[in-house]
């Protein structure tokens, strides 16, 4: 019961940096972790990072470890993705999502963004 809108999107060159946002509704964000994912042209689902109801915990795959940062603002209802030293396997779109557990698994989340496009050049 919670909606989930991506913006921040678009096309760096690699080395660069993007900040993702996502704007969650009311005020139940609180209640939920929030994931990041991405998802590239014929390929699954991938986690990106994950962090807790509170923003006490986060956890990172190893591909974007360093490199990118999961944060949350509760009073904002807003979580956000720092993405730097961009790289050309970063491409893809990029979705936020939601759920009560902790988690990485794509399937587990029970609520998700429309996701934004989020293109590294070269």
């Known amino acids: 019961q919670v909606q989930l809108v991506e913006s921040g999107g678009g096309l760096v060159q690699a080395g660069g940096s993007l900040r993702l946002s996502c704007a969650a509704s009311g005020r139940t964000f609180s209640t939920y972790s929030m994931g990041w994912f991405r998802q590239a042209p014929g390929k699954e689902r991938e986690f990106v990072a994950v962090i807790s109801r509170s923003g006490s915990s986060t956890y990172y795959a190893d591909s974007v470890k360093g490199r990118f940062t999961i944060s949350r603002d509760n009073a904002k209802n807003t979580g956000y993705l720092q993405m730097n030293s961009l790289k050309p396997e970063d491409t893809a779109v990029y979705y936020c999502?939601?759920?009560?557990?902790?988690?990485?698994?794509?399937?587990?989340?029970?609520?998700w963004g429309q996701g934004t496009q989020v293109t590294v050049s070269a």
């Open positions: 999502a939601a759920d009560t557990s902790f988690t990485v698994v794509a399937r587990t989340y029970a609520y």
